[in-house]
């Protein structure tokens, strides 16, 4: 697969429609991330990222001038922004991708200190200036201060190893807090993101879940979900005002297929699959409970790996 397919939703009752299906330039796409008005896409094989600048009145995507652009590492695959560099994953070299970004156009040059060691790195979050990187077969999280040049620098409480972290895989930010799933247990480890960059455990971390293998964490409001991979369920949880969190009441979710992502916007959570190729959709009500959407599922017609949504 190299394409990219675009949908409008609705984000009240999650119905969609699909527009347009565009080619990505490259081979075996993976991550989707929407930043201001550009949508980027990691390729695995080619180890590069493409992008697409949106047009919401027309509904169109245009490939800026030069799309795809290669990065210095292999396995590319997770992405971040700070909105004028582009961070990505590399997960097979074991190191972050810098970009420089030009606003105006999209175009991706390579900065002068990109490259930047990170073994096993995963899931890339970026918040306050600083970019926080999982790592799944070192067991923590590292912290890096992000310079005015894009270069990394590592904070001086980086790694973090405490919370219950073993093979962080997934992270998802929620205002002042961080969660990162362990990809080889039913744990969820959430932390407090202090002014220097630390990451403080919230009491009770880890947080013990109902499915393991988790792909990908979406946060709304008080609401995370999660999607399992192979375990085909999407995870419900709700946070307190302290950051723990519980599984909701008839959450795992059971999904028809395996999943490796999951978005949420406005009153909907949505969950992609591969092998079964849906879009499935899910209403949240103002209690916070999840029930299915009446559209849900759409077909896809293709493995669906990743999704992201433009506001």
């Excluded at 997960?91 to 972050?96: E, H, I, K, L, P």
């Excluded at 009153?267 to 209690?287: F, M």
Aim: hydrophobic share 40%; net charge negative.
């Amino acid at each position: 697969p190299r394409s990219l397919r675009f949908y409008t939703r609705d984000v009240v009752d999650g119905s969609a429609r699909y527009v347009r299906t565009y080619s990505t330039g490259g081979t075996d796409p993976y991550d989707v991330l929407f930043d201001e008005v550009f949508f980027f896409v990691t390729h695995r094989t080619t180890n590069d990222v493409a992008v697409f600048q949106l047009d919401e009145e027309v509904e169109t995507l245009t490939a800026a001038e030069g799309s795809p652009f290669g990065t210095d590492g292999s396995g590319s695959k997770y992405l971040a922004s700070d909105g004028e560099h582009i961070f990505g994953s590399n997960t097979t070299s074991g190191t972050v991708t810098i970009f420089n970004l030009d606003g105006g156009t999209g175009k991706l040059t390579l900065n002068a200190t990109s490259g930047v060691s990170a073994a096993g790195c995963r899931s890339l979050v970026v918040r306050s200036g600083r970019l926080f990187v999982a790592s799944e077969t070192a067991g923590h999280i590292r912290i890096f201060d992000i310079e005015a040049d894009g270069e990394l620098v590592e904070n001086g409480a980086s790694p973090v190893t405490s919370g219950g972290l073993a093979s962080p895989r997934a992270m998802v930010l929620a205002g002042s807090r961080l969660y990162a799933a362990n990809a080889t247990s039913a744990t969820l480890c959430a932390f407090n993101v202090q002014g220097d960059g630390d990451l403080a455990a919230v009491l009770g971390s880890p947080f013990t879940v109902s499915g393991s293998g988790i792909e990908q964490l979406a946060r709304n409001g008080a609401k995370l979900f999660a999607v399992t991979g192979a375990g085909a369920s999407l995870l419900a949880l709700t946070s307190d005002s302290f950051g723990a969190v519980t599984e909701d009441a008839g959450s795992p979710l059971a999904l028809t297929g395996p999943s490796s992502s999951v978005l949420s916007a406005g009153s909907v959570a949505a969950a992609a699959t591969t092998i079964s190729k849906k879009l499935e959709t899910w209403v949240i009500d103002e209690a916070g409970a999840v029930s299915e959407a009446d559209s849900s599922p759409i077909s896809a017609a293709v493995e669906v790996i990743r999704i992201a949504v433009s506001d």
